[in-house]
């Protein structure tokens, strides 16, 4: 993930940068959980599969039937920016 784009992801509410459990690359997480990294050229994003099945946009690939992240080319960035929005909601504890 590239600077610029963590630094955006970075300023989302609740989140903190840290290395990815996977990658040991830079990832964000909310509340203890990992919900976006990177595996260049996508950025995997972890929502749940109820949002996962409401999203009807071509852009956004699934990983597998029963995941909960999604991969979106790192060029589409107000994509990644929206989707990471609904992952902080999604995986946050309360």
């Given at each position: 993930?590239?600077?610029?784009?963590?630094?955006?992801?970075?300023?989302?509410?609740?989140?903190?940068?840290?290395?990815?459990?996977?990658?040991?690359?830079?990832?964000?997480?909310?509340?203890g959980r990992e919900i976006v990294h990177a595996h260049e050229p996508?950025?995997?994003?972890?929502?749940?599969?109820?949002?996962?099945?409401?999203?009807?946009?071509?852009?956004?690939?699934?990983?597998?039937?029963?995941?909960?992240?999604?991969?979106?080319?790192?060029?589409?960035?107000?994509?990644?920016?929206?989707?990471?929005?609904?992952?902080?909601?999604?995986?946050r504890t309360l």
């Amino acid at each position: 993930m590239n600077a610029a784009l963590l630094d955006e992801l970075s300023d989302l509410p609740g989140v903190e940068a840290a290395p990815s459990q996977w990658t040991k690359e830079p990832a964000i997480w909310i509340d203890g959980r990992e919900i976006v990294h990177a595996h260049e050229p996508w950025i995997e994003i972890r929502l749940t599969r109820k949002l996962i099945n409401t999203i009807e946009d071509d852009r956004v690939l699934r990983r597998a039937r029963t995941s909960d992240w999604v991969m979106v080319d790192q060029g589409e960035r107000d994509l990644i920016r929206e989707l990471a929005t609904q992952a902080v909601a999604a995986n946050r504890t309360l």
